[in-house]
């Protein structure tokens, strides 16, 4: 079977279609693998939620901050209000309940052994192997499935605690969690999440590290692809092992799907729309 990794799509459902269509033309088979960031800024966020759902057991998706926004933003009173227009269609649905409660209930990240490959929407942590990074993304998981969720998700958002502790608990563990895998770019001197600065690499103030830069990373032996940053040079970093395919279709950019079983990763785009 062909596996494809397919960046952050962020509501452009055209695009996303053309591609689906691209690539089950020559593999109608295909399972798709989607970074994250399903919805928000594109005008069709409920289009492509309901197009990846009903690929059904053909997809996995794992979570991005988008989508953990959409979700927080659901328990809100004034959700309406506050959503724009694309979120406010997902909101209005005579479906929306249950795209949310589908959306709730993906992973965080996704680990593939037999095909040597994972799957994170922003990252993983330097000193997190991918075994402690499961753990923690399935602690993560737990508490957005538990009943509770409404509560939960109305505090998971913020840009501290910084740096990763055993000793962490409750909320902040939590969100310590959210951000390393679905908002982190770079990592500073001191080994903390850098939450402010999300431009080029090339333009990056000389204290920061992308976080599959940093020396020593325990996942280092893993190849990894991800979504979320846009603002890359480049798709693939061969030599940390890492695959970043947001290229950019929220900003008029391409849409890309990266093909994982073969020797060599190699990449399907389409124009935006």
Not at 105 to 114: A, G, K, S, V
Not at 180 to 187: D, I
Not at 227 to 241: R, Y
Request: glycine residues 8%; charged residues 25%; contains cysteine.
């Amino acid at each position: 079977m062909c596996h494809f990794a397919i960046g952050d799509v962020h509501g452009a459902d055209l695009q996303l279609a053309r591609l689906l269509e691209l690539i089950n033309t020559y593999s109608p088979h295909a399972s798709f693998w989607f970074v994250g960031d399903l919805v928000n800024r594109g005008p069709d966020s409920l289009e492509v939620l309901r197009r990846v759902r009903d690929l059904g057991d053909r997809a996995v998706v794992v979570l991005g901050n988008h989508d953990l926004s959409l979700l927080a933003l659901a328990q809100r009173k004034d959700a309406l209000e506050k959503a724009n227009k694309s979120l406010r269609n997902i909101l209005l649905a005579p479906d929306g309940d249950e795209l949310l409660a589908w959306l709730r209930h993906r992973p965080l990240i996704h680990r593939d052994q037999p095909l040597a490959w994972t799957m994170v929407h922003a990252g993983i942590p330097p000193e997190w192997s991918l075994e402690t990074a499961e753990a923690r993304a399935h602690e993560l998981e737990a508490a957005l499935r538990g009943p509770d969720h409404h509560a939960f998700l109305g505090n998971l958002f913020g840009n501290t605690p910084d740096r990763w502790r055993d000793s962490l608990t409750g909320i902040q563990r939590l969100r310590y969690i959210a951000n390393a895998l679905t908002r982190q770019r770079f990592v500073r001197p001191d080994g903390g999440l850098d939450m402010d600065y999300k431009k080029t690499i090339a333009e990056a103030p000389a204290e920061l590290t992308p976080w599959f830069a940093t020396r020593p990373r325990a996942s280092i032996d893993d190849r990894i692809v991800f979504g979320h940053w846009s603002a890359l040079e480049q798709v693939a970093w061969p030599e940390h092992n890492v695959w970043g395919i947001d290229t950019g279709a929220a900003w008029g950019g391409k849409l890309s799907a990266l093909r994982l079983d073969t020797g060599k990763p190699s990449l399907i785009q389409v124009d935006a729309v």
